[in-house]
């Protein structure tokens, strides 16, 4: 069976709706029936006693069988003489006479409709003790029924000789009972529990249908949702209160959608920017290769007319174009470990300044062919920082090697260290070259971009000093310094 939500809760509903009507008309039932009873054996609690304290029973009694003991003295005939008028004049209860054991000696019941001869006194006793109302005790006419009642103790002088039972709602009584349960006001009544279960049961119904509007609307929505599009369109959420749970899912699938948005414009922007790096890297390899391959051939056609300065030449320019080769992809493969997340930073405590020291070191005869100035501003005492000390130096050094290769001669290329107030220690790396143009800035740290057949910036060194970073917690930024060329700045936590 194939139902929606919506009509799965209004069957639900409908059944439970059903069940209790039906537990509540037999509890109404049930409570009128037990209300009957306790009235009717409240009203009748002395019509035992009087019966027992008539002066005819115990002179019929004695007139019947002179000369017995009391027990014994009480005629058959005189008892139900007596019990048949008793119930003519009542008809709806039942007159028995039972022996201190509870044996029935005496009753006006017609033949054959006397079912057992012996009544349980439990009973008996817990209704001459007053106990709480209704109290019911066995049917002589029933084999296991049992009817509320009246009862006295019967007495011949001081001796105790049994008890008076009555049954309050005799079998002529359920007969009435019976076929009143027929008539037109029990029809009445129940018609009119139907009327009512209806009306709830439509505005049950109706209710349901109000609640699960939004539910509805966004099943609707989510099936018209083209997975194919661009972007996927969502309409604006309904609002709610904070403890609408339909709202409040509404809402989570609008943020859903929402984040579907991004992370597919993400992705079609990192595959344009793979595509990109793929192409400036295919040309960067080309050029160089091609260069080589040129000269090698050169060598190879005039091995025998070159002389040897221009032999040693021809290898000169090959070996740097190899070595060119060489960096870039000794680049594409830090790159590619550092994105594939197989390296992960060891961090340890280390001073800032014996680093730059050494990455000066490293770069001072770079510096002084480019004629370039190496300058560092550094606090005192020098700051320590806790990173990995083999990566922080290739972010250096890329960052050094970037600004020099691209500092006029005559520049400067200027390290600053200070010390922030948030645990952390903030490094800027500037130099007084052309700068970053405006065009290349959005993507300077995405993709590498061609400058004139070089990575001015955002190269592959930007690529691997950014990933770096950001596995350290950190990222860099470009500055915008009117008077200096292109500015960067990372922070590190400091030790």
């Excluded at 100035?373 to 960052?399: F, S, W």
Aim: proline fraction near 5%.
């Amino acid at each position: 069976m194939n139902l929606t939500l919506s009509q799965r809760l209004s069957l639900a509903f409908s059944l439970l709706l059903l069940v209790c009507c039906g537990a509540s008309a037999w509890l109404q039932i049930r409570a009128n029936i037990m209300h009957e009873k306790e009235v009717v054996q409240g009203l009748s609690r002395g019509l035992a006693r009087s019966i027992a304290l008539d002066a005819q029973l115990m002179q019929a009694d004695s007139e019947a069988q002179p000369g017995a003991t009391p027990s014994e003295g009480l005629g058959p005939e005189a008892v139900r003489r007596l019990f048949g008028k008793l119930m003519v004049v009542n008809p709806s209860v039942e007159v028995y006479l039972l022996d201190n054991d509870g044996r029935i000696v005496g009753h006006a019941a017609p033949a054959g409709h006397l079912k057992r001869d012996h009544v349980d006194l439990a009973a008996v006793r817990r209704f001459l003790n007053n106990e709480a109302l209704p109290i019911q005790g066995d049917d002589p006419r029933s084999e296991q029924g049992r009817k509320v009642f009246s009862a006295a103790v019967l007495r011949a002088g001081e001796q105790k000789v049994g008890y008076i039972y009555v049954i309050l709602q005799s079998e002529e009584h359920d007969r009435l009972a019976a076929r009143a349960s027929a008539s037109s006001v029990l029809r009445t009544t129940l018609w009119s529990m139907a009327v009512v279960a209806s009306l709830v049961l439509v505005a049950g119904l109706i209710a349901f249908r109000l609640i699960t509007r939004p539910l509805r609307r966004l099943t609707a929505t989510m099936q018209q949702l083209d997975t194919k599009a661009d972007q996927l369109v969502l309409p604006e959420p309904q609002r709610g209160g904070p403890r609408d749970e339909i709202a409040i899912l509404d809402q989570a699938f609008a943020d859903m959608g929402s984040r579907i948005n991004e992370q597919w414009k993400t992705m079609r922007q990192l595959d344009h920017d793979r595509r990109e790096v793929v192409a400036n890297i295919s040309h960067d390899l080309r050029t160089p290769l091609g260069s080589l391959h040129g000269y090698l051939e050169t060598l190879s056609l005039k091995d025998e007319t070159l002389d040897a300065a221009s032999r040693q030449h021809y290898l000169g320019i090959a070996l740097a174009q190899s070595q060119k080769v060489g960096r870039l992809a000794q680049a594409l493969f830090e790159l590619a470990r550092l994105e594939h997340g197989s390296v992960q930073p060891e961090l340890e405590p280390f001073s800032l300044s014996d680093l730059i020291q050494d990455v000066f070191q490293k770069f001072e005869l770079k510096a002084a062919e480019h004629h370039v100035r190496l300058m560092a501003t550094l606090p005192h005492p020098a700051p320590m920082v806790r990173a990995d000390l083999g990566m922080i130096e290739r972010v250096l050094t890329n960052l050094f090697d970037n600004a020099i290769r691209h500092t006029p001669a005559g520049g400067e290329v200027e390290i600053t260290v200070q010390p922030a107030a948030n645990g952390k220690v903030t490094v800027t790396v500037a130099d007084t070259g052309p700068g970053v143009p405006a065009a290349m800035r959005e993507n300077l740290f995405r993709r590498p971009i061609a400058l004139q057949g070089e990575y001015r910036v955002g190269g592959l060194g930007l690529l691997t000093v950014n990933r770096i970073l950001q596995l350290h917690h950190s990222k860099i930024t470009l500055l915008e310094e009117p008077q200096l060329g292109a500015v960067f700045r990372f922070t590190l936590d400091a030790a």
